[in-house]
């Protein structure tokens, strides 16, 4: 199986920060990485996927980068509705991984 | 509207078995891919099982591989997960999700989810 590892596991920060966070696959994945947002009690929320495009409705300070092995994740001017866990997801191999999240909480 | 709503879950003891369904509706189900996603308490997300439009290709995660049986009924708009055996460790809330036409396979729509807890 692709192992999926995102760091930092907690992020700190304040409304109007601009943060990034990282997901590394343990082999190339080509651009098969998706970034879920995910709130408790709510179902997850698809952001971006095949690693830099933009889900329709999802407000353009998300932006996801990279290709091959190494990801990220970047939200430009942090809202207070983005305080959630953050995971990406590989779509490459018939069995997806998730990475284990990044969790943004509030500084 | 696309809407995925997920039930069945509940409490069941170790050893047990539960199924649950997933009612699909805003789309046309029988096109879509289909998997089922799980979340242990203060743990991270974890697929559990996918299914493929008919003809159907079924995969499992190795932790359910054996146990669990992922259906779909295309006529009634719905996705089912029959868990067997259950264990402590498959105590989770229970997703399902639709996954995007096309090669990218990401997950575009996802059910609110079921809580599925196996004590005894």
């Known amino acids: 199986d692709i192992q999926m590892t995102q760091s930092p596991s907690f992020l700190s920060a304040s409304v109007g920060d601009r943060v990034t966070m990282t997901c590394r696959a343990s082999?190339?994945?080509?651009?098969?990485l998706n970034w879920y947002q995910h709130k408790p009690g709510k179902a997850p929320k698809l952001l971006i996927y095949?690693?830099?495009s933009l889900q329709s409705g999802v407000p353009s300070r998300f932006s996801g980068g990279g290709s091959g092995t190494d990801f990220t994740l970047t939200i430009s001017s942090l809202q207070p509705e983005d305080f959630a866990t953050y995971y990406c997801q590989q779509s490459y191999s018939t069995l997806v991984t998730f990475g284990g999240g990044t969790k943004v909480e509030i500084k | 509207e696309v809407q995925l709503v997920e039930s069945g879950g509940g409490l069941v003891q170790p050893g047990g078995s539960l199924r649950l369904s997933c009612a699909a509706s805003?789309?046309?189900?029988?096109?879509?891919?289909m998997n089922w996603v799980r979340q242990a308490p203060g743990g991270g997300l974890e697929w559990v099982s996918y299914i493929s439009s008919s003809p159907s290709t079924i995969y499992y995660a190795d932790s359910v591989k054996g146990r669990f049986t992922i259906s779909r009924d295309d006529a009634k708009n719905s996705l089912y997960l029959q868990m067997n055996s259950l264990r402590a460790e498959d105590t989770a809330v229970y997703y399902c999700?639709?996954?995007?036409?096309?090669?990218?396979?990401?997950?575009?729509?996802w059910g609110q989810g079921t809580l599925v807890t196996v004590s005894s």
């Open positions: 999700a639709r996954a995007r036409a096309g090669i990218t396979r990401d997950f575009d729509y």
């Open positions: 095949a690693a830099s």
């Open positions: 805003g789309f046309t189900f029988r096109s879509y891919m």
């Open positions: 082999q190339s994945i080509n651009n098969y």
